[in-house]
């Protein structure tokens, strides 16, 4: 197992993290952005699921089993949801779930707060739109809970920041990190 990558050096610096891993390199135009897009806005869930599958499949063979207790989604809020009809993040734990054999923990994490998009924003206000905006309802989480916190694509890492350190902050005792793709 490499604990060190370059995703995992650019946000440990604001993050304790264990792991921070991505499937994909991303690339405006390229392949991964077009299955990104593919998965969030053209009605393919299952593509999230095979996504998922298959990084699944790599990271217990790759000697990652074991390593978490649960795997928590990166909320969308309940507006854009029922706009979508789906969390993508959630398709993506659902094939990791089925591989690593861990449970999705859907309703601990959840995002208070509708914010804009962030594809235009600058990195420091990307951070000031999400760093208030989730929370967490503990019923369902054991206390020290090792969480693989699962997103589609990490840009700045606002997003997983704020998300990592409301899980911190509840009584997590790890947070690692997967994605589809870093940017």
Same mark, same amino acid.
């Given at each position: 197992?490499?604990?060190?990558?370059?995703?995992?050096?650019?946000?440990?610096?604001?993050?304790?993290?264990?792991?921070?891993?991505?499937?994909?390199?991303? &690339?405006?135009?390229?392949?991964?952005? #077009?299955? /990104?897009? *593919?998965?969030? %806005?053209?009605? !393919?869930?299952?593509?999230? +699921? &095979?996504?998922?599958?298959?990084?699944? #499949?790599? /990271?217990? *063979?790759?000697? %990652?089993?074991? !390593?978490?207790?649960?795997? +928590?989604?990166?909320?969308?809020?309940?507006?854009?949801?029922?706009?979508?009809?789906?969390?993508?993040?959630?398709?993506?734990?659902?094939?990791?779930?089925?591989?690593?054999?861990?449970?999705?923990?859907?309703?601990?994490?959840?995002?208070?707060?509708?914010?804009?998009?962030?594809?235009?924003?600058?990195?420091?206000?990307?951070?000031?739109?999400?760093?208030?905006?989730?929370?967490?309802?503990?019923?369902?989480?054991?206390?020290?809970?090792?969480?693989?916190?699962?997103?589609?694509?990490?840009?700045?890492?606002?997003?997983?920041?704020?998300?990592?350190?409301?899980?911190?902050?509840?009584?997590?005792?790890?947070?690692?990190?997967?994605?589809?793709?870093?940017?």
């Amino acid at each position: 197992m490499k604990h060190d990558n370059s995703l995992r050096e650019r946000l440990h610096v604001r993050m304790p993290l264990l792991y921070a891993m991505a499937l994909f390199r991303f &690339s405006k135009s390229g392949r991964v952005q #077009e299955l /990104l897009h *593919t998965l969030k %806005y053209k009605n !393919q869930p299952e593509l999230g +699921i &095979s996504i998922g599958k298959m990084y699944g #499949e790599k /990271l217990a *063979t790759s000697g %990652y089993v074991g !390593q978490w207790d649960s795997i +928590i989604p990166v909320p969308l809020h309940e507006s854009r949801f029922r706009k979508r009809g789906y969390n993508q993040s959630s398709k993506f734990a659902e094939g990791l779930s089925d591989k690593l054999h861990l449970p999705i923990l859907e309703d601990v994490l959840f995002r208070k707060v509708k914010t804009d998009t962030q594809t235009k924003k600058t990195k420091l206000n990307r951070w000031e739109n999400v760093r208030t905006v989730f929370e967490m309802n503990s019923q369902g989480m054991a206390p020290n809970n090792r969480v693989l916190l699962v997103d589609d694509v990490v840009t700045t890492g606002a997003t997983l920041e704020a998300c990592a350190q409301t899980l911190m902050e509840s009584g997590c005792s790890s947070v690692s990190i997967a994605c589809i793709a870093e940017a």
